[in-house]
């Protein structure tokens, strides 16, 4: 007996540390970003300085917008708590340095995706999040009222680092104009040298130019011009080399925007576990294992709808709510519409 | 007692060489499972961005070798300007320092305290966003001058338009050589028999007018074009013609000189006063005017004082025009560790070519300094 004691013991032993190498390796081999992440206990999130919609900190540091929000859904995902993020404010000349040198692991930072960026810098975009275009701002009184009305000898702010001094510059010579760019490094001194007067326009992506608007003194003496001149999707970024985590931030992005589409919010979340259609059924982690392929628990989708909400909830909140952009144009459901069509959960 | 004396300075190089090994195998690897590749070739790539300013020819559709001559050019610029302003600035606020008039001297002690003890970004933007806020638009400037515009999107002012200017130049290069040997024989001259030639009216002569002949004889011809306003819309102008002198430029240089001057000032007094009260009074009592006893006593031996230090604030100043990048001054910092590396995602390889460069101005105003002030040190003989 006191054999078989010892035999089983033993038996019970092997199996344990076979199981304990597994599921290591398996958690190891899945993800070195996910296993950090889980280790420090917060998501490392780069984001702008400040765009209102999009990454914005109040007066008491709480980061809101539709970027910070596929942060702290990766976060709800990862570490069960939406809150558990901490936010880098990088400028556009410093977010994709901080990004492949391992300062933070997302970078969802109102980024256009191209593919230089996407091929050569070591990195990978993961989705998009806003369907953006470049836009011009100009003073009310000027009587301008389309970019046709441009003329030579023009100037223009905008920030460097940006693919806004490349589309400029060929908008600009298709048009054979000449014009002057004032190029800064930060936003802030951007919004204040045109306020100030140093520019005839600014211009810069048309969702930041409606946020910035909000910061200028007086709003109201500027509008934004009908033409877009290029087109940006915007999206979150992850490092080139780590394909469980680029999964985990591309899925989690999905997920808010296919439970829009099926008309899961952050309210209907839980009782939408005894829904008949299998496919809200998966997205609230009550069928299927959608988890395990990134090393997570089953519940992963859940908690990002219930803690963040979906892509319109968000949208509303950030962007719609504070008066920035009402209409939602592009960035609505293919369904109504829009572009925002994401491959299934399943 | 050989190997004693080698052997730990051959394990610190060993150290040495070591940590960088494993800092580029490091960085190596990262790279290498990033994706990223290392290289120059980028440099002849498009860069196809604008430049608000630029000493010479450049549009987007040139290289980045051309962008990172744009921006090192500018850097050069503000940096020639500041350090010639601040020196004269400098060496005034210092003599002021030590004027014997209450007002004068109070004045300078306020001026230095104040600006040397606020933080050079913050000068930078307040001249800059002070300056704009404060500029009137382009239509509502008044003239200065007769013919110069200053407004917020900048300083307009007549442009020389020349005819010959190769001629004109050459003859300047003649000039200057003709001076630097006259006044080696007026020297030798004196030194022989004693004659005394008004060296610097002459020189001045030389100078003024050799280059003017060549507008009566040579074909040169300077003319020039204006400014003019032209309007972009209902309440939007600009000018058009002559030279335009962007605000970044004019807010930098101003930040930049009266911060530096301060310091300055500072080395200049120390090097006055640095003078034994004996010298002026020895030198008077041979009969010499107090103007020579400045130009030939004084200041030969407090220029060995001033020099070592100033040395230091014209390294300082250079280095510091990297501020530049805050108000759009479109420096080396700017356009090449600015847009140029974002656009081409090459972080490492631009910063290491940024760094060069700095270090490399920095030594080469080393040099020149360390020459002249072996050139002004006491010569035994």
């Given at each position: 007996m006191f054999k078989y004691l010892k035999q089983l013991t033993s038996m019970v032993a092997v199996f344990a540390v076979l199981f304990a190498f597994t599921t290591e390796t398996m958690a190891a081999k899945k993800s070195k970003t996910l296993k950090n992440t889980q280790k420090k206990g917060f998501v490392r999130c780069g984001v702008s300085q400040g765009l209102p919609g999009f990454s914005n900190a109040d007066a008491s540091g709480n980061w809101t917008g539709v970027d910070v929000d596929v942060c702290r859904a990766v976060a709800a995902a990862v570490?069960?708590?939406?809150?558990?993020v901490k936010f880098t404010p990088l400028s556009a000349k410093e977010r994709f340095t901080a990004l492949t040198s391992g300062e933070i692991d997302i970078l969802s930072r109102n980024t256009t995706w191209t593919l230089s960026r996407d091929a050569d810098i070591g990195l990978t975009f993961v989705g998009i999040n806003f369907y953006d275009g470049q836009g011009f701002m100009v003073r009310k009184d000027s009587g301008i009222t389309s970019t046709s009305q441009f003329k030579n000898g023009i100037s223009a702010c905008t920030n460097i680092g940006t693919t806004t001094e490349l589309n400029m510059r060929d908008f600009f010579n298709s048009k054979g104009i000449s014009y002057t760019p004032v190029a800064f490094e930060k936003a802030d001194e951007v919004v204040a040298a045109y306020d100030a007067g140093r520019c005839d326009t600014y211009t810069t992506d048309k969702s930041g130019l409606a946020a910035q608007r909000t910061k200028m003194a007086n709003p109201d003496d500027h509008i934004v011009l009908p033409e877009t001149i290029s087109k940006e999707p915007l999206g979150p970024v992850v490092r080139q080399g780590d394909a469980v985590w680029e999964d985990i931030v591309r899925w989690s992005l999905n997920t808010m925007i296919e439970a829009e589409e099926y008309g899961i919010t952050s309210s209907n979340a839980d009782s939408m576990k005894t829904s008949k259609n299998p496919q809200i059924k998966r997205l609230v982690g009550a069928e299927g294992e959608m988890g395990a392929a990134f090393g997570l628990d089953n519940e992963w989708n859940l908690r990002i709808i219930k803690q963040v909400g979906n892509y319109g909830e968000s949208y509303k909140r950030n962007i719609a709510d504070t008066g920035i952009l009402p209409d939602r144009g592009p960035n609505q459901l293919w369904t109504k519409g829009g572009l925002l069509y994401v491959p299934p959960s399943r | 007692m050989k190997t004693k004396k080698i052997l730990p300075q051959l394990l610190t190089l060993l150290f040495i060489v070591l940590i960088f090994g494993f800092f580029t195998m490091n960085a190596q690897e990262n790279m290498d499972t990033r994706g990223i590749e290392f290289g120059?070739?980028?440099?002849?790539?498009?860069?196809s961005f604008d430049i608000q300013f630029s000493l010479i020819d450049y549009d987007g559709s040139m290289s980045y070798a051309r962008a990172y001559l744009v921006g090192l050019l500018n850097t050069l610029l503000v940096s020639f300007i500041g350090i010639i302003l601040c020196t004269i600035l400098g060496a005034l606020v210092g003599i002021a320092r030590l004027s014997p008039n209450y007002l004068i001297r109070k004045t300078a002690t306020f001026y230095i305290e104040f600006f040397r003890n606020i933080p050079l970004l913050l000068q930078i933007f307040f001249w800059y966003f002070a300056a704009l806020r404060a500029l009137p638009m382009p239509e509502d400037a008044p003239l200065l001058l007769g013919s110069s515009f200053l407004t917020i999107k900048g300083l307009y002012t007549p442009a020389p338009v020349w005819n010959n200017l190769d001629i004109f130049m050459i003859t300047l290069i003649i000039a200057l050589i003709l001076i630097f040997f006259f006044n080696k024989y007026a020297k030798k001259k004196q030194e022989e028999d004693g004659t005394q030639y008004p060296k610097f009216f002459i020189s001045l002569a030389i100078f003024v007018l050799l280059p003017a002949t060549t507008f009566l004889i040579g074909g040169v011809d300077l003319s020039f074009s204006f400014p003019v306003l032209k309007q972009l819309a209902l309440t939007a102008f600009t000018f058009e013609g002559g030279m335009g002198i962007p605000p970044e430029l004019i807010a930098l240089t101003l930040a930049l000189t009266l911060y530096t001057a301060t310091f300055i000032a500072e080395n200049v007094r120390a090097g006055i006063q640095g003078i034994g009260k004996g010298q002026k009074e020895a030198a008077a009592s041979i009969g010499l005017t107090p103007s020579q006893v400045l130009k030939l006593v004084i200041m030969p031996q407090a220029l060995r004082i001033i020099i070592p230090p100033t040395t230091n604030q014209y390294l300082n100043l250079t280095k510091n025009s990297s501020l530049a990048a805050a108000i759009a001054y479109p420096d080396l910092v700017l356009v090449f560790a600015g847009t140029a590396m974002m656009q081409t995602g090459r972080a490492i390889e631009i910063v290491a070519i940024t760094m060069a460069t700095y270090l490399t101005i920095s030594l080469a105003i080393s040099a020149l300094m360390n020459w002249y002030n072996k050139r002004i040190a006491i010569q035994e003989k």
């Open positions: 570490l069960g708590d939406a809150n558990k | 120059f070739s980028f440099l002849k790539q498009e860069a």
